[in-house]
């Protein structure tokens, strides 16, 4: 099955700096990439996913990158706010949203 | 919409004792699923249904029996609870973007 790496596992940010986490996966045959963001006590939330057609897409603030030729992908996020503090998991599937495995996620701090 | 719904928030069981965790969705979602989440291993798809009558196993099955018999309902059971089994679970429906549940915290002693 697909084995998904994520680094690093905490990472602590002033706030105004950027963040950056990476995965990496181990089965060729995925192309659908999503990256969630669990909050304290709730469940993980979709906040940008990326296609294996395309290399890079940006929301706002975050952007993912996607290299399929070395099977791996970051998310980074720039003006980092007190509110982007959360534990952030990426994902992988063959089929958008289907059966995706996850990496064992990022604890992000944003310091005031 | 109230999304997708998960009771109970928090149980405690003991070691033999079985319950079934609920999971409700008015989106009409055809896919649902199951995981749990431990620290340090991100979240492992239990079992997963693509539709009512239709259930398969994901990547940790074992210890737990899911049915589907309506597009809104997917119940987990755990027949026999084991301190294993001691996780945060949480629902999850959707299509392209999966939408999680609030989860369940159980602890089994």
């Known amino acids: 099955g697909e084995n998904v790496e994520q680094h690093p596992s905490t990472l602590s940010v002033q706030e105004g700096d950027s963040a950056v986490i990476k995965c990496t996966y181990s089965?060729?045959?995925?192309?659908?990439f999503p990256w969630y963001k669990q909050e304290l006590g709730k469940g993980p939330q979709l906040i940008i996913d990326i296609r294996s057609n395309v290399g890079e897409k940006k929301d706002q603030r975050i952007a993912v990158t996607l290299n399929k030729t070395a099977k791996h992908f970051s998310l980074h996020i720039t003006e980092t706010q007190p509110e982007d503090s959360a534990v952030y998991f990426c994902?992988?599937?063959?089929?958008?949203?289907?059966?995706?495995?996850f990496g064992a996620g990022t604890t992000v701090t944003v310091r005031a | 919409n109230a999304g997708v719904t998960q009771t109970p928030k928090f149980q405690v069981l003991k070691t033999g004792q079985s319950m079934t965790l609920q999971c409700a969705q008015d989106m009409n979602h055809e896919y649902m699923s199951w995981y749990r989440q431990d620290p340090g291993m991100g979240l492992r798809l239990i079992h997963y249904?693509?539709?009512?009558?239709?259930?398969d196993q994901g990547e940790v099955p074992n210890g737990y029996n899911v049915s589907r018999s309506t597009t809104e309902d997917f119940p987990l059971r755990l027949l026999s609870a084991a301190p294993s089994q001691t996780s945060v679970y949480f629902c999850?429906?959707?299509?392209?973007?999966?939408?999680f549940g609030p989860g369940t915290r159980l602890l089994v002693l």
């Open positions: 089965d060729s045959a995925s192309n659908y």
């Open positions: 999850a429906s959707g299509g392209e973007t999966q939408y």
């Open positions: 249904s693509v539709g009512a009558g239709i259930t």
């Open positions: 994902a992988a599937s063959k089929v958008a949203g289907y059966k995706l495995s």
